[in-house]
């Protein structure tokens, strides 16, 4: 249902934009957004639309923006001033209903997709 693209090689400072297809009208899903995972790190989440607003990470507040086009089905990120730290393979999910432990929390999510690693070089 999910299916995450966009990912690359960039310098540190550059910019990527993440697109996050899926097979249904956004605003179907209660809540929707991006999580990261790097090597030996646990999956965080990034940034995600719902629980009645958007949430972002510390560690990219200011510099990831998320949104989306509910009439082509999709949710972007827009990465920019990218570090090196920002390298993981990022991957979108989507939760059905209301689940408490939330915003943007991994072990909630309903639904995911392959993720896409996303590579920024110092």
């Known amino acids: 249902q999910l299916q995450a693209s966009g990912g690359g090689l960039v310098q540190a400072g550059g910019s990527l934009r993440l697109s996050c297809g899926t097979s249904?009208?956004?605003?179907?899903?209660?809540?929707i957004g991006w999580f990261r995972q790097a090597p030996g790190k646990e999956r965080e989440g990034v940034s995600c639309?719902?629980?009645?607003?958007?949430y972002y990470s510390d560690s990219v507040q200011g510099r990831f923006t998320i949104s989306r086009d509910n009439a082509k089905g999709t949710v972007y990120l827009q990465m920019d001033s990218l570090k090196p730290e920002d390298t993981a393979v990022y991957y979108c999910?989507?939760?059905?209903?209301?689940?408490?432990?939330?915003?943007?929390?991994?072990?909630?999510?309903?639904?995911w997709g392959k993720g896409t690693q996303v590579t920024v070089s110092s």
């Open positions: 999910a989507a939760l059905a209903r209301y689940r408490s432990g939330g915003p943007c929390n991994y072990l909630i999510m309903d639904y």
């Open positions: 639309m719902g629980w009645g607003g958007r």
């Open positions: 249904v009208n956004t605003s179907d899903y209660y809540a």
